[in-house]
DNA sequence: GGAAAGACTTGGAAAAATATTT
DNA sequence: AAATATTTTTCCAAGTCTTTCC
């Protein structure tokens, strides 16, 4: 038993198969941990300040005739605008080979991928990150996007360029430095400021800067707080794209995703017929319309069968009784998809000759109907892959997401899970219009 | 001064709990 | 009430970064 102030563990021991430390710590809702997650986000908040002269900084270095000093600053840069990890170098004969900024190779840069030839500053990185999380996105250098600050992109992007050269695949493109002196390079800049506080920044102003951006718009104040909901998740999306948060989409959801689209073939196919319906019948051939067919008899027939299932089931004693009994029942069940297939693939039709009003009523519900199936099935397929909670739970500074709460009057438990509750406790008191920004780095 | 150890944060998969649809 | 879909929680491995050791 001992006291040590400086530790925040209770226990540690040896794990006996790879000999690694493993500690028992207190739980994320405990008020100790609480504030060392404070003192996390005001480190990063204060970055909001300094960020400005790294950026000055780096803008300089970048061309320095000094291989660490431009090294430095090239990957810097990367760090700071692409969102990547710092990238420590590992033993790859006994852990996975994955990297991360100062352990990139020359094989993970795919310069002009599409092979567009002339003037194209276009990379395609590519490369396993942690957890063999693939990262793969190709970077336009030359956009506004990496320009602003006149002609940054364009400069890190030669640099890269120079860095690649000359060089085999499987060496590194940040030959001259390493994380701990990338880190031990930005503590000059701030007290505590290591690669990881970027990830942290990033993600914290890109969250309030969606959120605002969208309060700003003309009708936010007409929309309900379910609705305000959805435009939070989006700004959460673009910060877990920033971050490559991804997920495996699993065997149920790809057969989800299929059967939403052959849904939505069906609708239009629908649709189509109807129209033809309202030719049909401006041309008075209204006997060629189809009808419903055989539902009524099957619907019959289903619950025929269904009931007999329950009856066989409540009778049967022995286990050969239950055994058919169950087998029965199971077949009635398949009938009854069989129904409910039928139902959904005649359901634009009727029983008896439609008026032309009928028609044209059917067919705007069916319009309305395939547009949203289509808007469903896009955002389903956009963020299949993309997941919401790792920068909820370690990168978004909470005090953003409880003051757009108490902004826009969202009960915070919309936003935050009971278990994310407990452990933001710190984070609930904040007043509506709290920033992010380096002034509560004092708080 | 560089490698290894130690301490703490971050990560997605899978299980479990809830919500929604039929 | 059963089937499905979605969200939350749990689990522990894989990172980052500082401190210690040689």
Same mark, same amino acid.
């Given at each position: ?313 409540? &009778? ?5 009784? *239950? @055994?058919?009994?169950? =087998?029965? #029942?199971? $077949?009635? /069940?398949?009938?009854? +998809? !069989? ?22 009523? &059917? ?5 309305? *109907? @395939?547009?949203?199936? =289509?808007? #469903?099935? $896009?955002? /389903?397929?956009?963020? +299949? !892959? ?58």
């Amino acid at each position: 038993v001992r006291h040590d102030p400086r530790s925040q563990w209770l226990a540690t021991w040896k794990e006996n198969i790879n000999n690694q430390s493993k500690y028992m710590q207190l739980a994320a809702q405990s008020s100790f941990k609480g504030k060392s997650d404070r003192s996390k986000y005001n480190k990063a908040a204060r970055l909001c300040e300094k960020i400005v002269a790294i950026r000055k900084a780096y803008k300089r270095a970048l061309k320095s005739k000094d291989d660490e000093t431009k090294q430095l600053a090239t990957a810097t840069w990367v760090i700071d605008r692409l969102a990547l990890r710092v990238g420590g170098e590992k033993d790859t004969d006994e852990e996975a080979d994955t990297v991360g900024c100062c352990s990139l190779r020359v094989e993970h840069f795919h310069f002009d991928p599409n092979s567009e030839g002339g003037d194209n500053k276009e990379i395609e990185l590519e490369f396993l990150g942690k957890d063999s999380m693939l990262f793969k996105q190709t970077i336009n250098f030359g956009s506004d996007l990496y320009n602003e600050n006149n002609g940054m992109g364009i400069q890190v992007f030669k640099n890269l360029q120079k860095l690649c050269s000359k060089k085999s695949k499987s060496e590194q493109v940040f030959d001259a430095i390493n994380p701990s002196m990338l880190n031990n390079h930005l503590k000059q800049f701030m007290e505590g400021l290591s690669a990881k506080v970027f990830r942290t920044y990033n993600a914290s102003k890109t969250l309030q800067d969606e959120l605002r951006k969208k309060e700003e718009t003309g009708s936010w104040n007409n929309l309900t707080a379910a609705q305000k909901v959805v435009e939070y998740n989006n700004a959460n999306r673009e910060v877990a794209i920033l971050c490559n948060h991804q997920r495996t989409v699993s065997k149920a959801q790809e057969t989800q995703l299929e059967s939403l689209g052959t849904k939505l073939t069906t609708l239009s196919n629908q649709r189509k017929e109807l129209k033809r319906f309202l030719k049909l019948l401006n041309a008075g051939k209204s006997e060629k319309i189809r009808l419903k067919k055989d539902e009524k008899k099957l619907a019959e027939a289903v619950a025929k069968a269904l009931e007999k299932a329950k009856k066989m089931k409540d &009778k049967a004693k022995t286990n050969e009784e *239950k @055994i058919k009994a169950t =087998e029965f #029942d199971e $077949k009635a /069940k398949l009938k009854r +998809k !069989e129904l409910t297939e039928l139902k959904f693939s005649q359901a634009h039709l009727w029983e008896k000759t439609p008026t032309s009003d009928q028609v044209i009523r &059917k067919l705007e519900n069916w319009k309305k *109907k @395939i547009t949203k199936s =289509e808007l #469903d099935l $896009k955002h /389903k397929d956009d963020n +299949k !892959e993309v997941a919401l909670g790792t920068s909820k739970i370690n990168y978004m500074d909470p005090r953003i997401s409880v003051a757009w709460c108490k902004r826009n009057e969202v009960p915070i438990e919309k936003v935050f899970s009971k278990t994310l509750r407990d452990k933001f406790n710190w984070a609930m008191a904040v007043e509506p219009d709290w920033e992010f920004n380096a002034k509560i780095a004092n708080e």
